[in-house]
């Protein structure tokens, strides 16, 4: 059972748990959440949770440990554009780390790529690398205690660092 202040994954958003509540009307006690982008946005979750919609953060140990094996996750292949969008809103609805960083490295490695041909970078591989980024980095950067730009940075010097070694 978590706690008051503690944060918790509630479906792909990192969120702080600022309240526990009793409901007469149904006899059930809610987890009042409240996700870290948008404070002002309040979700009552059932603390018995039958959807499996809510689970811990990631360890700051975990965590570390995806990051070293981030240079490992190979990005997605035989992918093309009309096939691109269905396969990242499959690969981020399951929300599992290791899809998005094939999100992530995919979107960031196709824009490069038009960017050398110099073309107009794709808005699905923006928009879905942002996505992913925000999950991602959230709940590292909680599990880490750094922002989401520390987090976005420390990951970046992570993956140079152990190229160059």
Do not use: W
Request: include cysteine; proline fraction near 2%; hydrophobic fraction near 30%.
């Amino acid at each position: 059972m978590f706690k008051i202040n503690d944060y918790v994954m509630y479906k792909k958003d990192v969120c702080k748990i600022i309240d526990i509540k009793h409901q007469q009307i149904n006899n059930q006690d809610y987890y009042v959440l409240t996700p870290i982008d948008d404070e002002s946005l309040i979700i009552d979750v059932p603390i018995n949770n039958r959807l499996n919609n809510l689970r811990s953060i990631i360890s700051k140990d975990e965590a570390e440990k995806l990051i070293k094996r981030i240079k490992s996750i190979e990005p997605l292949t035989n992918i093309n554009d009309k096939n691109i969008e269905s396969t990242y809103k499959e690969l981020l609805y399951h929300g599992d780390r290791d899809d998005l960083i094939r999100i992530i490295k995919t979107s960031y490695l196709r824009n490069q790529a038009r960017s050398r041909d110099k073309k107009k970078l794709s808005e699905k591989d923006s928009k879905y690398f942002e996505q992913a980024e925000k999950y991602l980095y959230n709940e590292l950067g909680i599990a880490l205690d750094k922002s989401f730009i520390e987090t976005k940075e420390y990951i970046i010097n992570s993956i140079e660092n152990e190229t160059h070694n």
